[in-house]
């Protein structure tokens, strides 16, 4: 493992991001992992963050609120089956690292694990956390995203440690 400034590979992060990347979480003995495609790298409160957003509804949301931090692992190369699997089925329901034919990787300063093979993780406790004001949402983004009503909570992750696998 090579530490990288959370900068370096932000841009291509973002990017893969929007394909789909792995949001782990840990708790009570309880690992999960589920599909993520939608995120932010930034900088508040003077500190580096990583914004994730997961819905009340999934099985990830109990181990956050418990773990209170999360870790991103972004594929560099091509993990696209995994992510299927990842994204369509519930850690309530299914071991899916093991389904998925994953490894973890132990994180370096948090207790949640990485994905291995992934190439670029970004290791977060959570400093905010907000759920979203339905109210406060453009309508056409509700309508699209929202039908079912499930609204996400915000999750503000200080960005602990990132770094590339070698």
């Given at each position: ?130 759920p979203m004001d339905p109210a406060a949402l ?29």
């Amino acid at each position: 493992m090579r530490e990288v400034p959370y900068t370096e590979y932000a841009t291509k992060a973002i990017e893969i991001l929007s394909k789909g990347a792995f949001l782990t979480t840990a708790h009570g003995g309880k690992t999960n992992t589920m599909t993520i495609a939608w995120g932010n790298i930034g900088f508040m409160w003077g500190k580096p963050v990583f914004t994730v957003m997961v819905r009340p509804s999934r099985y990830t949301y109990q181990l956050i609120e418990q773990s209170g931090e999360f870790t991103v692992s972004i594929p560099l190369q091509d993990m696209q089956q995994a992510l299927a699997l990842c994204g369509t089925k519930s850690g309530r329901d299914l071991d899916k690292i093991a389904a998925a034919g994953l490894t973890l990787l132990p994180g370096q300063k948090v207790a949640t694990p990485v994905i291995a093979g992934c190439g670029l993780h970004y290791e977060c406790k959570i400093v905010y956390k907000q759920p979203m004001d339905p109210a406060a949402l453009d309508p056409a983004y509700k309508a699209k995203c929202y039908a079912s009503g499930d609204f996400h909570t915000l999750y503000f992750g200080e960005i602990v440690a990132c770094y590339r696998e070698e």
